[in-house]
């Protein structure tokens, strides 16, 4: 991670070992708290890498106006670390996301520009695209295309490792949900590297699963979810895809449901897709020995939840999921 003055209270985050939720004779549980970066979010590592790295190689410049598509964790993240480097910042983000997510980034002076939510992230991003066409001296991160984004995650990867090494561990699965792809690509880069026979579980939301139909050879449809910052319509272009040994979806309703059982039993007041993570993490580990090791992520903060606590947005569609089937445990 970066050393610099901004980004000095990013990462370190404890690798906590899941304890009042542990199942009997399941495999253990480790989770990366990447919740209690400074904005609440995994997205902290991101934004300070990259602005550390563009503007190194001369592409921005202080004065400049910095433009990004998030459903809102990102979003909050590029707005205070814009803000302290003298950046304005412009956050294209899809109607609906909490009301929580918009006056963060409001507070760390970014501009908020919402779209219409059946397009989700993939026209959020042809927006942020006429944005700076329009805008001269403005600048699009593309948080989802740019491999500064999972290069960013290389140092989290290290951490674990480093973790591991301290408790006289060996990994045996890596578990993460997949939105632009960085977290799992840098992390699951550096797991593998460290440890030849891990083995690695992409995981999407069952209502937007792009790998998973593209794995299975089946025709894809991106439907609205209750996961925020998952299933962004496609097959992220930081994912590198050789990376990940198999793929696993998950409904929202696991995700809700996994993260409220973490806040009252664990004491980690984490979001639904921290919650999603762990339970794809639990559903993989009652499959191993009790002595195997599974590593996980949780993303973000429950407070970025509270205006919609019972998990249903305005926006979100009650049909099936398409895969629910195969999908299956």
Known sequence: ????????????????????????????????????????????????FMLDELERAGTIAPGM?????????????????????????????????????????????????????????????????????????????????????????RSCGTEIVTALDA??????????????????????????????????????????????????????????HNLMGLGPGKVPANLREELVDEVELISGDDGWTAMKELIEKEGLCVGPTAGGNVFAARRLARTLPPDAVVITVLFDSAWKYFSVWDGRYAQYATDDAPYAAEGAE
């Open 1 to 48: 991670m970066s050393a610099s003055m901004h980004g000095a209270e990013i990462g370190h985050t404890e690798l906590y070992e899941l304890r009042s939720t542990a199942e009997p004779g399941a495999a253990r549980i480790f989770a990366k708290c990447e919740f209690r970066n400074p904005t609440g979010s995994h997205k902290d590592r991101v934004f300070a």
């Open 65 to 153: 106006t910095l433009v990004e598509c998030s459903t809102g964790n990102g979003g909050a993240a590029l707005a205070r670390v814009g803000r302290d480097r003298g950046y304005r910042v412009v956050i294209v983000m899809p109607a609906g996301m909490t009301e929580e997510r918009r006056r963060q980034i409001a507070s760390f002076g970014g501009t908020v520009v919402e779209t219409d939510p059946e397009g989700f992230l993939l026209e959020g991003e042809e927006t942020a695209r006429r944005y700076v066409a329009a805008h001269p001296g403005s600048h699009y991160l593309d948080q989802s295309a740019n491999e500064l984004n999972w290069r960013a995650w």
């Open 167 to 224: 408790l006289g561990l060996v990994p045996d699965r890596f578990v993460c949900s997949i939105g632009t792809g960085g977290t799992f690509t840098g992390i699951a880069d550096v797991l593998k590297a460290a440890h030849s026979g891990l083995r690695t579980t992409a995981v999407e939301v069952d209502r937007s699963a792009a790998l998973y139909a593209k794995r299975h050879g089946l025709p894809f449809t991106h439907h609205t």
